[in-house]
């Protein structure tokens, strides 16, 4: 069982870790940072929490210790313009190096693809390997929706696992469109607002 529990900055290096470790084998992060690049993808999440996910975030707590993550932020303020990310990665995503280009080249599109429709961005959401489908997931996208439904709002995610995209739809997510982005397959869904 999972206890979740809104994030606290204090737990900022345990939700890196986690986030590192769940998302190093992601097609788009092996894409952008390489294979296994443990140090590339805790630069990047630590970045984004210290910097970039404004908005809401929880953990789920197995234990007392981080199992998981999740992030969402109301548009139209949940993706910057696409014109920001090169700015952007000239300062904020100078530790990621020689992956600059592939992130740009990935957020710029995902901010091109952010729909204009009111909605509550999900992302990201990552659960540490060992307790994947263990119910820590499904604990933290419960509390996502219920967010939605008290602020009557529809919900938007990308993601890049096949296995994912069946994950959401069993929380009411539909594919929008689904195209190659640096070289992997990725999903963009929507959950309509109730």
Not at 19 to 33: G, N, Y
Not at 167 to 172: D, E, L
Request: charged letters at 25%; a negative charge.
């Amino acid at each position: 069982m999972f206890e979740v529990k809104q994030y606290s900055p204090d737990r900022l290096e345990e939700c890196v870790t986690l986030l590192a470790e769940a998302f190093v084998e992601s097609p788009l992060h092996r894409a952008a940072f390489g294979c296994g690049r443990m140090d590339q993808n805790r630069s990047f999440f630590r970045i984004g929490l210290r910097q970039m996910f404004f908005g809401q975030a929880f953990v789920a707590l197995a234990d007392g210790a981080v199992g998981g993550y999740v992030h969402f932020r109301p548009a139209p303020d949940c993706m910057p313009a696409p014109e920001q990310v090169p700015q952007a990665a000239a300062t904020l995503l100078k530790p990621l190096g020689e992956a600059i280009p592939q992130v740009v080249r990935w957020y710029s599109r995902w901010c091109r693809m952010d729909p204009d429709e009111p909605h509550v961005h999900l992302g990201p959401i990552g659960v540490a390997p060992g307790l994947q489908r263990r119910g820590a997931g499904s604990a933290l996208m419960q509390c996502y929706i219920e967010h939605l439904a008290r602020e009557k709002a529809a919900g938007y995610l990308e993601t890049d696992r096949a296995e994912n995209v069946e994950f959401y739809q069993k929380f009411g997510f539909v594919v929008l469109r689904e195209e190659a982005l640096i070289g992997t397959p990725v999903w963009y869904m929507w959950r309509p607002r109730e």
